[in-house]
């Protein structure tokens, strides 16, 4: 396919292309419409599940015929924390291949131009070197909690690679770090670790309560990407390459959990005491994701922990509070 830096697949230029973003409701998929939207593209696709069931090859099928986009890119996914993956890992492995397999097929038989594959880091073993690069892919066993994503995961992208090498076909993938924003899950009990902080020291704050009690040290690093970030990169993805590796899609910055709940007690203006309850587990001491190889394409985030704090705050105070 070319040099992956120089390839163009003439995505900008066209505002009028048919674009199909399925999982458009949810954090990722919400965020890359806003940003498609912002850049003027008039001709999106956008199906509910209500409306089109991707896990139903048949209805997939039928939709690629009657609708014929000439780009795809994939968000839609079952997510979840570690409970529900596992309480539920059937659920988790069979509904993310049936999605990926139906569209990735589908898409390639119906003449879609491009297609972009979504994941997460995830897929990288439990043990991978840090920060944690591409070629890290299944050289190690995976974090047991969250396998039968991951593997979901694994095989997408490999999916696409084996339809670019046999059928020479532009299908890329890229896989984010850890994401927030506006459309975030902020469930008191399934949420990830930034809206889970954000919730706690609202409420608290609300109840005029002392204290917040978190789990652990504080002492682990992470890394988070605001998910409009991630939906720049997406554009710029399929805009400038074409490549049969995925690439990570982080911000390159670490912050401590401690560090993080400090900032995330700032932007709500939690003044009581945060208490560190050091009897419970830390996780992975690190986890940060080498994001070298789309920097050097060009492509660089843009919004600041701080500020994306702050972004999604006033989203979460605006569209989950009392509802």
Known sequence: MGDPAHDSSDFLTDKSAKIFVAGHHGLVGSAIVRKLQSLGFTNLVLRSHSELDLTRQFDVDSFFA??????????????GGI???????????????????NVIDSSFRHGVQKFLFLGSSCIYPKLAPQPIPENALLTGPLEPTNEW??????????????????????AISGMPTNLYGRNDNFHPENSHVLPALMRRFHEAKVNNAKQVVVWGTGSPLREFLHVDDLADAVVFLMDKYSGLEHLNVGSGKEVTIKDLAELVKEVVGFEGDLVWDTSKPDGTPR?????????????TPKISLKDGLVDTYKWYVENV???
């Not at 991951?150 to 076909?169: D, E, F, V």
């Open 66 to 79: 009657a609708e014929k986009p000439r780009f795809v890119i994939l968000a839609a996914a079952k997510v």
């Open 149 to 170: 994503y991951a593997i979901a995961k694994i095989a997408g992208i490999k999916m696409c690679q084996a339809y670019r090498i046999q059928y020479s076909w532009d």
């Open 287 to 299: 986890k940060l994701m080498d994001n070298s190889k789309l920097l050097g394409l060009g492509w």
């Open 321 to 323: 509070v009392g509802q």
């Open 83 to 101: 409970h529900a993956n596992n309480t539920y890992p059937a659920d988790f492995i069979a509904i993310n291949l049936q999605i990926q397999t």
